[in-house]
């Protein structure tokens, strides 16, 4: 995956995926360490009022659909709702009317749940609100000869390379 193919094969997206864990258990372990302060009732407000608005909606729409097509308006919302931009700017207005305190955590907690343990990053405006296979995304992997099923690793070239040799 670089800058001009952002698409991730199947050891990157679970590399990708470890980050976010390592993320979810630094902020569960700060979350632990500070339960006595921790206001509940806030924390799980803010838990669920990102899916309330940013995933509910849209599957509820999905499965009205059929699983077919739904306005690109759920694909935005849940985008929105799950941007660490968004959830960063609702932390920071939080700290600077309410102050900080440690129920924030669990904004990174969800967020970093959802990509670490679910592997939900956002949602493309092209591809169905919630995962279906794509065969074009199979063909792709085929043609870099990496096996999904198994470990990442590229199929023999085609035809041999020119051996580089040293100056």
């Known amino acids: 995956m670089d800058q001009l193919n952002p698409y991730e094969t199947p050891n990157t997206f679970k590399a990708h995926r470890a980050e976010y864990l390592f993320g979810l258990a630094v902020v569960t372990g700060l979350l632990v360490w500070n339960i006595a302060e921790v206001r509940w009732w806030v924390a799980v407000a803010l838990f669920f009022y990102i899916d309330l608005i940013g995933y509910l909606p849209g599957a509820i729409a999905y499965k009205k659909a059929n699983g077919g097509p739904i306005p690109k308006v759920y694909h935005v919302l849940y985008n929105v709702m799950h941007s660490m931009i968004t959830q960063g700017a609702v932390i920071l207005v939080w700290c600077l009317t309410i102050g900080p305190e440690w129920a924030l955590l669990i ?40 096996d999904q099923k198994g470990p990442e690793h590229a199929a023999a070239p085609a035809k041999p390379e020119p051996a580089l040799t040293g100056s």
């Open 107 to 146: 904004i990174p907690f969800h967020l970093f749940g959802d990509r670490g343990i679910f592997g939900n990053f956002m949602k493309p405006l092209g591809l169905p609100f919630e995962p279906v296979a794509q065969p074009a995304y199979q063909r792709m992997l085929d043609e870099l000869g990496i």
